[in-house]
């Protein structure tokens, strides 16, 4: 099965910006959903937004994002991106990029997903 790999994290202050990267093992089919995620230390783990592969198109959850992050694909790397402007300290947290095995709703819910890099660290300073 594929295997994903997070990278791009690091520390940088508020205002700042970074660009995370997901990359597969294996390229990326029309029916994949790639979808990205933090869990901060004391919470729940939350739902960024994701790309469907086939079309390109993105969701994102704004309650987190507030239009401040953008994910992207090169098919080419099989490579999904997500680039974080505007970073807040309340942003620090374990990113990871996460697929499922079999096709089905392409969502921000953590159950929908059953392959999960190992995850990301960022953090935010003032």
């Known amino acids: 099965q594929v295997q994903l790999v997070e990278s791009g994290g690091g520390s940088v202050q508020a205002g700042g910006s970074l660009r995370l990267s997901c990359a597969a093992s294996?390229?990326?089919?029309?029916?994949?959903?790639i979808a990205w995620f933090r869990q901060a230390p004391g919470k729940g783990r939350e739902g960024l937004g994701r790309?469907?592969?086939?079309?390109?198109?993105?969701?994102y959850e704004q309650a987190f994002v507030q239009g401040r992050f953008t994910i992207s694909q090169d098919n080419a790397k099989n490579t999904v991106y997500l680039q974080m402007n505007s970073l807040k300290p309340e942003d620090t947290a374990i990113y990871y990029c996460?697929?499922?095995?079999?096709?089905?709703?392409?969502?921000?819910?953590?159950?929908?997903?059953?392959?999960w890099g190992q995850g990301t660290q960022v953090t935010v300073s003032l």
């Open positions: 790309v469907y592969i086939g079309d390109g198109s993105t969701y």
């Open positions: 294996k390229a990326y089919t029309n029916s994949d959903c």
């Open positions: 996460a697929t499922r095995r079999f096709n089905g709703v392409c969502g921000l819910s953590s159950r929908q997903y059953d392959i």
